[in-house]
């Protein structure tokens, strides 16, 4: 897995732009995070652990801001958050951030490219070993984040346009549920989920259970590396808070620099923070 960070200066219609002037307003002293569930976040509880926000909006003369945290499930949730201001900074897949994007009309734009990984299509059952096969399954589920919206159900109606020219040929069999609960339905076995596009951690533990297998992956659909997961923000919180919202992206910039470099303490971060 690789972590990185996407400077403000890229040059793509979906990102946010530079140059924001600042306010003579007071900025927030309020900052709204969310995360939803996964290996993915470690660089958000670093942020947190490390008081990074905290530092970096020190550095540029603001007070302390409060930050809160809300543990949401699914990009489709994350939007709707972020539409009722209910948080300043969403994390979610490249497809959830994109419908954002689209519907806002450029109101809400990616802020931070936060990770890319291959995201597993993983089932324990034994009618299933690729794709095709989905279309004789019976009583037979696929979880993912979001139906519909999240880049895994995404990710399947492409190859399902890849292989059928019809992107929704699979859309009758694809749930919305938390990681957590498609890997214990996983494990536990005579579930209606028999199939999980899992990220990590969930994958790793899935496959090590010797239970299931992986029947493809988000790389082998796609043709390669990509992002996975973004973090989305207002051009309003931008243009109303220039310094907070560029100590927010300095903070992860830190973070991402920081697990990279430590991956063992990252590690123990991320247990300590999920009790996992």
Same mark, same amino acid.
């Given at each position: 897995?690789?972590?990185?960070?996407?400077?403000?200066?890229?040059?793509?219609?979906?990102?946010?732009?530079?140059?924001?002037?600042?306010?003579?307003?007071?900025?927030?002293?309020? =900052?709204?995070?969310?995360?939803?569930?996964?290996?993915?976040?470690?660089?958000? *509880?670093?942020?947190?652990?490390?008081?990074?926000?905290?530092?970096?909006?020190?550095?540029?003369?603001?007070?302390?801001?409060?930050?809160?945290?809300?543990?949401?499930?699914?990009?489709?949730?994350?939007?709707?958050?972020?539409?009722?201001?209910?948080?300043?900074?969403?994390?979610?897949?490249?497809?959830?951030?994109?419908?954002?994007?689209?519907?806002?009309?450029?109101?809400?734009?990616?802020?931070?490219?936060?990770?890319?990984?291959?995201?597993?299509?993983?089932?324990?059952?034994?009618?299933?070993? /690729?794709?095709?096969?989905?279309?004789?399954?019976?009583?037979?589920?696929?979880?993912?984040?979001?139906?519909?919206?999240?880049?895994?159900?995404?990710?399947?109606?492409?190859?399902?346009?890849?292989?059928?020219?019809?992107?929704?040929?699979?859309?009758?069999? =694809?749930?919305?549920?938390? *990681?957590?609960?498609?890997?214990?339905?996983?494990?536990?076995?005579?579930?209606?989920? %028999?199939?999980?596009?899992?990220?990590?951690?969930?994958?790793?533990?899935?496959?090590?259970?010797?239970?299931?297998?992986?029947?493809?992956?988000?790389?082998?659909?796609?043709?390669?590396?990509?992002?996975?997961?973004?973090?989305?923000?207002? /051009?309003?919180? %931008?243009?109303?808070?220039? %310094?907070?919202?560029?100590? =927010?992206?300095?903070?992860?910039?830190?973070?991402?620099?920081?697990?990279?470099?430590?991956?063992?303490?990252?590690?123990?971060?991320?247990?300590?923070?999920?009790?996992?």
């Amino acid at each position: 897995m690789r972590i990185k960070t996407l400077l403000s200066g890229f040059a793509a219609s979906a990102f946010l732009a530079v140059g924001a002037t600042g306010s003579a307003v007071a900025e927030t002293d309020t =900052v709204r995070l969310a995360q939803q569930f996964g290996l993915l976040y470690v660089p958000l *509880h670093v942020v947190l652990d490390q008081k990074l926000v905290e530092k970096h909006t020190a550095k540029a003369g603001l007070g302390n801001p409060k930050i809160q945290l809300f543990k949401i499930s699914g990009g489709a949730n994350i939007n709707k958050a972020l539409l009722a201001k209910t948080i300043d900074f969403g994390s979610h897949g490249v497809g959830p951030a994109l419908k954002l994007w689209g519907k806002t009309k450029g109101r809400f734009k990616v802020a931070l490219s936060m990770a890319d990984m291959p995201l597993k299509l993983l089932t324990n059952d034994p009618k299933i070993k /690729k794709i095709e096969d989905y279309l004789n399954a019976k009583d037979h589920k696929i979880s993912t984040p979001a139906a519909k919206v999240s880049i895994q159900a995404v990710t399947l109606q492409m190859a399902a346009q890849r292989l059928w020219n019809e992107p929704n040929k699979l859309d009758h069999l =694809v749930i919305s549920m938390k *990681h957590p609960t498609a890997l214990a339905a996983m494990l536990s076995g005579g579930q209606a989920v %028999k199939s999980h596009f899992a990220t990590l951690p969930y994958s790793y533990q899935e496959l090590q259970s010797g239970k299931v297998w992986k029947v493809t992956d988000s790389y082998e659909i796609l043709g390669g590396q990509h992002s996975v997961l973004v973090m989305s923000a207002s /051009k309003s919180f %931008k243009a109303n808070n220039p %310094k907070t919202y560029q100590a =927010v992206i300095d903070a992860f910039a830190e973070a991402f620099a920081w697990v990279n470099a430590n991956p063992d303490k990252a590690a123990e971060t991320y247990i300590r923070y999920t009790k996992s």
